[in-house]
């Protein structure tokens, strides 16, 4: 079982930038492929990243294609969302979550029902 905090979180002005972080504990995170969700007030969550086990598979909602990177060290236990070019849009609460997976290079789909959850961290774009 893995646990999971997200931090990086807090309030940036439009045009700017956010690295969240997500560390987990309790097992290994290279056995699992990592996925970032956010949820907007009034708004179900959406997929914006995630990212297999080894790291070298990808993917990005539409949304964020071009300004957010997902990255991973496993040695660290973390995994990366840098956001860049920020808008109000991407208001949210953050949250990362975990899938046990065989395939090194497999990315579960948003829709698949990810065991792991953590907390969140907000992020606020305003001005």
């Known amino acids: 079982q893995v646990q999971l905090v997200e931090s990086g979180g807090g309030l940036v002005q439009p045009g700017g930038s956010l690295r969240l972080s997500c560390a987990a504990s309790g097992s290994p995170l290279k056995y699992y492929a990592i996925g970032w969700f956010r949820q907007a007030p009034g708004k179900e969550r959406e997929g914006v990243s995630n990212?297999?086990?080894?790291?070298?598979?990808?993917y990005y909602a539409d949304s964020v294609k071009g300004r957010f990177t997902i990255s991973r060290d496993n040695a660290k236990n973390t995994v990366f969302l840098q956001m860049n070019s920020l808008t109000p849009e991407d208001t949210a609460v953050y949250f990362c979550a975990a899938e046990f997976v065989f395939d090194t290079d497999f990315i579960p789909r948003f829709s698949t029902p990810y065991v792991y959850w953590g907390q969140g961290t907000q992020v606020t774009v305003s001005s």
């Open positions: 990212i297999s086990k080894s790291g070298g598979s990808t």
